[in-house]
């Protein structure tokens, strides 16, 4: 017995023994009978072992063709496979090849989604062979894309629903989840999906599309990621005229019924999955986004992909860019284009190594930073209408209502968009940071490309080639005068699925600056 449950184990045959297998005092409960009372209505032990026919419909254990000869007879597949037996290399070969043939990115997408709920070794190992060419179809732009046409394009259900329908059961939902050990959640109320606002429930492409970067770029179990979209209606109108809409059909619960729902939620996460579990909240509109991680950062192991993860990867690309341009950070003058979450929780990592690294107070370091939000540059006259997050960065200056006239005012020489609408640094933006900048650092960060403050191409030939550019999602590289140009690209894909792979590994149970900045500084070795 002993060695056949090993060989399942180690074989590719599916063992799930629940917890409550043994009973107490080291007896093996064989038959259930002792626990099996009539208050204990939950099977008290099951193991399942997937063969054969649900083995091939099982995308965890499935290898398709790719089982050998030996395991096909020992998992009762003969005759449910042609012939034919593919190595796994051959098998990736066969699907970039046809998943090539597809034109319209939104196509790719649903063959790799197909694709991960068939067979998710082949998913991963996908990806991760052809990550430059596969990162923008299962990430950034198409999964914005994905996430607006969710209703139409869904098969199969990926991840978790929590409704306002399930208030009152989040931990039954949680058990639900066919997996125990969870490391790692990405959360997204579905209310900012990018920069294309309010998607409701089927912001559920960005968890599932983050999630599977923590396996493929992180290295992060798959059975340990759960992707989370909690559902409290929608204020997209559009939406909810869809006659395909997956979410509640009504606009979003706010304030008390807010609050409770994802407070049932966090509660229920930690009971469940302990102390060390990592919550990723994503994509939240400001309005909540600075609330719950001021709010949970204290109690639960969170990150705001959002406000950190942007963060550390746009100051680990500004570290960089300094040693194009030269001088140290404090001798930048940063403009802000957006003043939400990724804009200034940018701003405050800047701020926060400045004063670091020239031992002067926070205060002081902030001054050389300057936001823009729709109502022109933030200064202290603006002080009472201000947001509490958009406070810090009132300094005392003349209001100026437009981008154009504040970057002739501040003469920054970094100039960073965040703030998720395109085509916001006009020609006329880029000539003036040109004009006073050698090599002006442009960043065009909000995403999918459509929302782009600018493009690679227009940032360069504007610059007349002298810009340093890197955006949030991606560009192909540019010719301009002969010469090409590869623009960088700035996204928190970079930075979270090894921040929060460090996270678990290293058994924390906060998040705190100083990791923010750690991770900045990691080099490749
Ligand atoms: O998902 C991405 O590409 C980056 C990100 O977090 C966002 O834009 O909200
Ligand atoms: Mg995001």
Same mark, same amino acid.
């Given at each position: ?78 005759? !449910? ?78 991840? !978790? ?27 997204? +109320? ?60 009504? =606009? ?53 992909? +959002? ?36 804009? /200034? ?19 002081? /370091?902030? =001054? ?158």
């Amino acid at each position: 017995m002993e060695s056949t449950l090993k060989e399942l184990r180690d074989g590719n045959t599916v063992l799930e023994v629940d917890s409550k297998s043994a009973v107490s005092g080291g007896v093996r409960d064989v038959h259930g009978e002792d626990a099996a009372t009539e208050d204990q209505i939950v099977t008290p032990w099951t193991i399942s072992v997937a063969s054969g026919y649900s083995l091939l419909r099982n995308p965890h254990h499935n290898k398709g063709l790719a089982f050998t000869e030996k395991e096909r007879d020992h998992h009762y597949l003969r005759g !449910l496979l042609p012939p034919s037996v593919v190595s796994q290399d051959l098998q990736v070969k066969k699907l970039m090849a046809n998943i090539r043939q597809y034109t319209v990115p939104l196509q790719k997408y649903m063959a790799m989604m197909d694709l991960q709920e068939r067979n998710e070794k082949l998913f991963y190992k996908l990806l991760m062979d052809n990550v430059e060419e596969l990162l923008p179809v299962v990430y950034t732009p198409t999964v914005g894309e994905a996430c607006q046409k969710y209703g139409s394009i869904l098969r199969r259900p990926q991840g !978790l629903f929590i409704s306002l329908n399930e208030k009152g059961k989040i931990l039954e939902v949680l058990k639900n989840w066919p997996e125990k050990n969870i490391q790692v959640i990405v959360v997204t +109320d579905g209310e900012r999906i990018l920069g294309l606002g309010d998607l409701g429930c089927q912001g559920m492409g960005i968890p599932v599309g983050k999630l599977s970067l923590y396996t493929a770029l992180g290295g992060v179990r798959p059975s340990a990621c759960l992707p989370v979209t909690i559902d409290v209606g929608t204020n997209n109108q559009k939406l909810l005229d869809d006659e395909f809409y997956i979410g509640l059909r009504q =606009k979003r619960a706010t304030g008390q019924e807010y609050a409770e729902l994802i407070h049932e939620f966090m509660c229920a996460v930690k009971q469940n999955y302990g102390e060390k579990v990592l919550v990723q909240f994503e994509d939240f509109a400001n309005h909540n986004a600075f609330d719950l991680l001021a709010r949970y950062g204290t109690t639960h192991l969170v990150f705001n992909d +959002d406000i950190q993860g942007t963060a550390s990867v746009v100051l680990a690309g500004l570290i960089s860019a300094l040693n194009l341009v030269g001088g140290t950070l404090a001798e930048h003058t940063f403009l802000f284009l957006g003043a939400g979450e990724a804009g /200034t929780g940018i701003a405050e990592l800047i701020a926060l190594e400045m004063s670091k690294q020239t031992q002067a107070p926070l205060e002081e /370091t902030r =001054k050389k930073i300057w936001l823009v939000d729709s109502k022109g540059l933030i200064v202290s006259s603006r002080m009472d209408s201000l947001q509490h997050f958009k406070k810090p960065w009132a300094h005392e200056h003349e209001p100026i209502k437009n981008l154009v006239d504040a970057v002739k005012a501040i003469k920054p020489t970094v100039l960073i968009g965040s703030s998720g609408v395109g085509r916001t640094f006009t020609k006329e933006v880029v000539e003036a940071m040109a004009s006073f900048n050698e090599k002006p650092i442009i960043l065009a960060l909000s995403n999918p490309t459509s929302q782009s403050e600018c493009t690679a191409e227009e940032a360069y030939t504007w610059s007349e080639g002298r810009a340093i550019f890197a955006s949030g999602s991606p560009f192909d590289p540019v010719e301009y005068n002969g010469k090409v140009f590869v623009p960088g690209q700035s996204n928190n894909a970079y930075i979270f699925p090894g921040f929060g792979l460090g996270l678990i590994i290293s058994g924390a149970i906060r998040v705190h600056d100083d990791m923010l900045l750690a991770a900045c500084k990691c080099k490749k070795s």
